[in-house]
């Protein structure tokens, strides 16, 4: 499967055009639960600190995948719960919705998750997730001055 | 185009009291669905303290690659959540219809302990009708 098309940076999807509906934060995870890089743009409540909260969030995005390959309706053979499954490997979610916001989430074949939270009436961000993922490759992964499992400066 | 794929109503406490299946492709034992609708519950409420805003009451709705998942959470905390192809309209009223099934069929019982696994014919049979009604007006199209 084409995972991304080309090497150049895709171009930029449409910029979102109602009021209200800029992220409020974005992490980048590695396959190891290293939060390589957080931003927070709008986050009025924060429930715990920061390095729980990355460990939080980790926990939950790696059982929730396991629960949406558990739960797969359409695939008859599965695996146990809680076996730990590869990137791409199994149905994964791409987003769910709260009634305050809304969280989407991409998984790269090398095991780099990125998510967005945002205003709970945004659309599909998928697109805007692999724009974000590009952009980490040409300009994170290719400097020479960065080390892989390193927090992003 | 449109179809459930299964329907799981748990307890405050995250057990299961029902599960019914209209067609998934694998079949999950009793013990695997018990531990699909803890988790669940877990899952839900960690949703709730990862928002950035006050008042979040828990996850709605996952999108997943193959199914979506409606979740509906009452007052009193018993959540009623179903598996349904990607893309199925009308899936919040059918939960809300179900909870009004689940208390006139389930909680009027006065046989039905609280909290304990589901067991009322009335139920069934009106749960039936109402997702295969939903089925047909939605082939219907």
Redesign the interface.
Known sequence: MQFFGGSDISPSPPAPTAPGNNAHMIYVFNRNGVCLLYKEWNRPLHTLNAQQDHKLMFGLLFSLKSLTAKMDPTSAEKGNLGVPQLPGQGCSFHSFRTNTYKLSFMETPSGIKIILVTHPKTGDLRDSLKYIYNLYVEYVVKNPLYTPGAPVR | MAAI??LYIINKSGGLIFYKDY????R?DTN?TL??AS??H??HA??????????????????????D?HCFQSLTGTKFFV?CEPGTLHMENLLKYIYELYTDYVLKNPFYEMEMPIRCELFDINLSQAVQKDRVALLGR
Do not use: K, T
């Open positions: 794929y299964s067609g998934s492709a694998g999950m695997d531990r699909v988790l669940w877990s899952m960690i949703s709730q303290q990862l928002s950035p805003v006050l008042g979040c009451a828990g996850i709605e709705l996952l999108e997943a690659d193959n199914f998942l598996v």
